[in-house]
């Protein structure tokens, strides 16, 4: 499809396990942002990817979240030894770099 | 730290009427501005924006308008449609950064 893409659409995990998220962007979007949204709360910038340049990872809440770009392409975000606190909605968006973004439908992390 | 605020988690309007979603912001240096829209189980999508040279964009039946000394905007949506329920999220954006900072959002049902 055109759109953003995100999987799994849904995951449901033990405390503890590593947990990773895929997103594809947009083709031809150079940039590549990633927020979450945990339950009543807004959308909480994360991390962002601009071409090949060094990520802005200020929104990242702790060590034990990282996240991977390749090239201008797929990014995946993995969190490792998931807390209840890291349930959440996970949404990728692209843009062609300071323009509108576009969001994926998210990837619903469930911890127990 | 909550830098932009939608106060109002909720709005119901009748068909027709107008809609006005509120949005208040802390940070003088948001120079650009955006709304977006949410459908349960799919990702926000752009519906318009606003730059601080302006105080007002008029996209159809959707307004938005900025008052800078008061860091405060609105959309107004007139006439309100039943298909126009979601949740509706205000967003701002700091000269030359990369990330947008989102509300909590707002959800507006319009009643048939």
């Known amino acids: 499809g055109a759109g953003v893409s995100q999987s799994p659409s849904n995951k449901v995990t033990e405390k503890g396990k590593d947990v990773e998220l895929r997103c594809d962007p947009i083709?031809?979007?150079?940039?590549l942002y990633w927020y979450r949204q945990r339950l009543g709360q807004g959308l909480e910038f994360l991390i962002y990817?601009?071409?090949?340049?060094?990520?802005?990872k200020s929104g990242l809440p702790s060590d034990r979240f990282s996240a991977e770009r390749t090239g201008e392409s797929v990014s995946t975000l993995t969190i490792q030894r998931t807390q209840q606190e890291d349930s959440a909605v996970y949404l990728c968006?692209?843009?062609?770099?300071?323009?509108?973004?576009?969001f994926g439908e998210g990837s619903r992390l469930t911890v127990l | 730290d909550q830098q932009v605020k939608q106060n109002s988690p909720s709005l119901s309007v009748q068909e027709g009427r107008i809609s006005i979603l509120n949005c208040d912001y802390t940070?003088?240096?948001?120079?650009?501005f955006l709304w977006y829209k949410k459908y349960p189980a799919e990702g926000p999508t752009f519906l318009i924006s606003?730059?601080?040279?302006?105080d007002k964009n008029e996209d159809g039946r959707f307004t938005v308008f900025l008052n800078k000394s008061a860091k405060h905007l609105s959309l107004h949506i007139v006439p309100s449609q039943p298909g126009d329920s979601a949740v509706y999220f205000c967003?701002?954006?700091?000269?030359?950064?990369?990330?947008?900072?989102f509300g909590t959002g707002t959800r507006l049902t319009v009643i048939p």
């Open positions: 967003a701002a954006r700091k000269t030359g950064a990369n990330n947008l900072f």
């Open positions: 990817f601009q071409g090949n340049s060094a990520p802005d």
């Open positions: 940070n003088s240096m948001f120079d650009y």
């Open positions: 606003i730059s601080s040279i302006k």
């Open positions: 083709s031809g979007h150079t940039a």
């Open positions: 968006a692209s843009s062609l770099g300071g323009g509108e973004l576009f």
